[in-house]
């Protein structure tokens, strides 16, 4: 399936939960509304026609303006197509919703984005830090982080 | 809370208890025991919380992020795109040349640079040369895993040979920087071509001995067939990639199926698990994988070899890196699997994010999944099997 014939099935089904498409982009990508995340995932995973059941990265964005992202990146084994899925959030509210129960390999990669962004995987199974030390304080990656004088009383260095 | 539900049923009636031979039933407690993050068998700095009862696994958790370096964020804060590949070969350690080949090509497809056939089958020789280095620790250490330390010594032998070639080539023996976006930072030396050849015609030999002493020796089959068996659905859902996926009998190589450099020119197939021994996806169909794609790299590099065109490497290397704002995702097939790279340019000379899809990260992410009823001694080989390096784990 071609990018398009994606993006219309997706707002044949959800209508107003897609948000925003770029599709002359050489990778094309589509924004959905973050707290429709986990059923859009499930239902192209589950579609016979996109059967997206493979998930190849998931990353988290600092968007720089007050707007963190993760941004999805899909293939189907099936049929050997690709799909960038976005979903944006604010500072003040990071809240997306977790797909960990779709893709088992998310699990991993959402906590990686909470330890980084601070985004808010809302119904994962297990949220804590993955790579930080988890009494660490802050997330690294976002693009406003000041790096701490002292961690647990010991001086960081630089 | 302890999910008991995926223990073997031969040893447990209820939760918690263990049939003895006069039939009685003995109760007995869970136990947590920590495996790493200084333990031999765990390679690197990774910390296993096992839940065991008795010798059987409940439960493993993976405590990872001892060697987190900050690659992301580094990465971040160059003064441009060439001073990312260093970092990047320090993310797998045991195979940096196919680290490079990812990052240099999500940034070169940014900048839509057409290299020279030359650039290409150099690049196709070294990451086939390096996968064979790689995947001889990887067979060689998983011997150790199983109690076999001679095979160790061999293939460490033939390691050198290769990192000779490489030191030939570039001067360093680890971590290269020898792939620069848009060319390579130096052409291969005149006595390249037939050394590399002679490593091949020494290297097939040895193969087939170190199969001999190690995967077909029968202490070693026992040991790990039908151990820590990945099933088709599972391997696809935690999105696992490499000898992992193909162990378990799925036919996917990113070499061939989503094809960059010059493979599509060559002519080679990748290997599968079959069960041979036990059942498709044990960890032994892991080995024998990795074993088999040695000889296919050694195919392929006799190939690249022989077609090798002429040419100047550094001809299309762009005296200025600066990207069109936008994003690109590219992924090679490295010894672990599918190392991608996520970059977004803002049009400036630095890159604006890079996340790094390590491999041995997503591959690690399953083996709690397929470890659980299995012994604690078994969990050491299906760690080994996985292949993890923890460079690449924490990045």
Redesign the interface.
């Known amino acids: 399936m071609t990018a398009e014939e994606i993006l219309n099935s997706l707002k044949a089904k959800f209508g107003d939960a897609v948000v925003e498409s770029k599709l002359d982009?050489?990778?094309p990508w589509i924004v959905i509304n973050p707290a429709r995340m986990k059923d859009i995932a499930l239902f192209l995973r589950d579609d016979p026609a996109t059967q997206f059941?493979?998930?190849?990265?998931l990353?988290?964005?600092?968007y720089n303006n007050g707007k963190l992202g993760i941004?999805y990146?899909l293939f189907s084994?099936v049929h050997?197509h690709k799909i960038?899925l976005k979903a944006f959030c604010t500072k003040e509210q990071p809240h997306i919703q977790s797909v960990s129960s779709v893709?088992?390999?998310a699990?991993?990669h959402e906590r990686e984005a909470f330890d980084?962004y601070g985004i808010v995987l809302d119904e994962h199974p297990d949220l804590r830090?993955?790579?930080?030390?988890y009494d660490w304080e802050g997330h690294?990656?976002r693009k406003d982080y000041k790096v701490p004088e002292f961690y647990n009383g010991m001086k960081v260095p630089y | 809370m302890i999910e008991t539900k995926s223990l073997p049923t031969q040893y447990v009636s209820q939760p918690g208890a263990i049939l003895t031979s006069s039939g009685k039933t003995l109760r007995t407690d869970e136990m947590i025991i920590n495996m790493g993050p200084q333990h031999p068998s765990t390679h690197g700095v990774l910390r296993l919380e096992i839940v065991v009862d008795g010798e059987i696994i409940v439960d493993v958790i993976p405590h990872i992020g001892y060697l987190h370096r900050c690659f992301e964020k580094h990465a971040e804060h160059m003064t441009n795109y060439q001073q990312v590949i260093p970092y990047c070969d320090r993310l797998d350690y045991c195979a940096a040349i196919n680290d490079e080949h990812s990052y240099v090509l999500a940034v070169e497809r940014m900048l839509k640079i057409e290299l020279p056939e030359r650039v290409e089958y150099i690049r196709v020789i070294m990451a086939e040369l390096q996968r064979i280095a790689s995947h001889l620790i990887a067979v060689g250490t998983f011997g150790i895993d199983a109690g076999a330390f001679t095979p160790f010594l061999y293939a460490f032998h033939d390691r050198e040979l290769i990192l000779d070639l490489f030191e030939m080539t570039c001067g360093a023996r680890l971590l290269y920087n020898y792939f620069w976006i848009g060319g390579l930072s130096h052409d291969v030396p005149p006595q390249f071509v037939d050394k590399a050849k002679q490593f091949c015609t020494y290297f097939k030999p040895r193969i087939k001995e170190f199969n001999d002493l190690l995967t077909y020796n029968e202490i070693f089959v026992k040991r790990t067939a039908n151990v820590g068996v990945l099933p088709k659905d599972v391997a696809i859902n935690y999105a696992c990639s490499g000898p992992m996926l193909r162990g378990s009998g799925i036919d996917w190589d990113l070499r061939r199926d989503d094809p960059y450099s010059v493979y599509h020119k060559l002519d080679w197939q990748p290997q599968l698990g079959k069960g041979e021994m036990g059942t498709v996806g044990d960890v032994w169909d892991r080995h024998i994988v990795r074993m088999r794609e040695m000889e296919v790299s050694v195919s392929i590099i006799e190939q690249a070899l022989a077609a090798l065109p002429e040419g100047n490497v550094q001809a299309a290397i762009p005296k200025r890196i600066r990207p069109d704002a936008g994003e690109v995702y590219a992924r090679t097939e490295t010894p672990r699997g599918e190392l991608g790279f996520y970059v977004i340019s803002d049009g400036s000379g630095t890159p604006y994010r890079v996340k790094g899809r390590a491999p041995a990260f997503v591959n690690l992410s399953v083996l709690p999944e397929i470890s659980r009823g299995c012994m604690i001694a078994d969990l050491v080989l299906i760690a080994g099997s996985v292949d993890i390096v923890l460079g690449q784990v924490d990045r």
């Not at chain 1, 990353?59 to 600092?62: E, K, P, R, Y």
């Not at chain 1, 830090?129 to 030390?133: A, Q, S, V, W």
């Open positions: 982009a050489p990778q059941d493979y998930m190849m990265c990353s988290g964005v600092d941004v990146h084994m050997r960038v893709w088992a390999t699990n991993w980084m830090r993955i790579l930080l030390p690294p990656l």
